[in-house]
């Protein structure tokens, strides 16, 4: 930008918007500690396209969802190797029933020796609906963290909509989670919780703001206290020059809006619910989003989701609802839940944003 008098005032306008060239470690808004942790797997620039699109057969998505939560699953591995273990918190699994004739199980995390009543809440984790598990080691730690800052915490193993649990596209993963919000909420005394607070970052951010919809579709909104959606994957289509700029501003960085489509496509083969709110909550109406319980929208800065999150929390707001945004600076999707040991105090910033909300609505800590 130069600033002489009669020269013209140029910007630079962010990530791939100035430059359709660079590359994330080329950005200079990225964090240079995650760019450090991201080169050893070659995802500090540009990844080749995939090898399939939305249009490919279902036999190809669903080949090339398992080979994406390998590598996914891998990645995440290696960043959270060597790391001490988490002590001080109690650790059970509990299998509740499932709204199909499935069960579904819920690992339930507690700080230990905790005395009394907590507040609560329900963690959905991300993948986009089709991939990674609960019990990856990456969610028992966030679960673990959550736990250590005062919470009881319930990580849901719903069903995705391929790899390794199996093939079951929307909304089979969305009836497992609000079967599981509604048993929390039918189990407080015995899980020693006064609130049930609801959240999950990419697919499970979809997943805890579409259970919200879901819930005062049905009738029982009074059971969700309020809900906390990082990253949420919630438009249904990426595609560059689309109403949302970040898809294009953030392709590739970390994630791409091929690897998303690809996504949405497996998670509801053939957009056979593209207009649901509950398949898609960008699709909901300002009647959907009024009187919803307190939110928060967390995005990652350089995430190609981000604008969406961005334009969801302001249309709760205009909605009436209590909707705080929140932008994490410097980092790719999902960083403050997955770069742990590269970004240390922005992961402890999330816990604390995330443990802060929940602890609002217990009674048991208003007054402490």
């Not at 990253?231 to 091929?258: H, K, L, V």
Request: overall charge negative; charged content about 20%.
């Amino acid at each position: 930008m130069t600033t002489e008098v009669g020269e013209t005032i140029r910007f630079d306008l962010p990530g791939r918007l100035g430059d359709p060239s660079r590359a994330l470690k080329d950005d200079p808004r990225a964090d240079p500690r995650l760019v450090a942790a991201l080169a050893p797997f070659g995802l500090d620039r540009d990844q080749p396209p995939p090898p399939v699109s939305p249009s490919s057969s279902r036999d190809e998505l669903l080949a090339f969802g398992q080979g994406a939560e390998d590598g996914f699953g891998a990645v995440f591995s290696a960043l959270f190797a060597d790391l001490p273990p988490v002590t001080g918190v109690e650790r059970r699994t509990v299998t509740i029933p499932g709204p199909d004739g499935n069960e579904v199980v819920v690992f339930v995390h507690r700080p230990e020796g905790a005395r009394g009543v907590q507040p609560g809440l329900l963690h959905f984790h991300g993948g986009g609906g089709v991939i990674l598990r609960a019990a990856d080691s990456c969610y028992v730690r966030w679960r673990d963290e959550l736990a250590l800052a005062g919470l009881v915490v319930a990580g849901v193993e719903f069903r995705n909509a391929a790899a390794s649990l199996g093939v079951h596209p929307y909304p089979a993963g969305l009836s497992d989670c609000a079967a599981a919000v509604r048993w929390m909420a039918d189990n407080k005394g015995e899980l020693g919780v006064d609130t049930v607070v609801i959240s999950g970052e990419s697919g499970g951010g979809n997943l805890a703001l579409a259970v919200a919809l879901k819930a005062k579709q049905e009738g029982w909104l009074d059971e969700i206290d309020g809900v906390y959606a990082m990253c949420p994957m919630i438009a249904g289509t990426w595609r560059q020059q689309s109403e949302f700029p970040s898809q294009w501003e953030n392709d590739d960085y970390f994630i791409s809006c091929a690897l998303l489509s690809i996504m949405g496509a497996l998670y509801d083969p053939a957009g056979a619910h593209a207009d649901e709110p509950t398949c898609w909550p960008s699709r909901a109406s300002d009647t959907d989003l009024a009187g919803l319980p307190p939110h928060v929208i967390s995005v990652n800065e350089l995430d190609p989701l981000r604008d969406e999150g961005l334009t969801y929390q302001r249309r709760l707001v205009t909605a009436g609802v209590s909707a705080v945004g929140r932008t994490v600076n410097g980092t790719v999707h999902s960083a403050d839940v997955f770069f742990r040991k590269a970004i240390p105090d922005v992961y402890a910033a999330t816990v604390r944003d995330v443990c802060g909300f929940a602890t609002q609505f217990s009674r048991s800590r208003q007054y402490r």
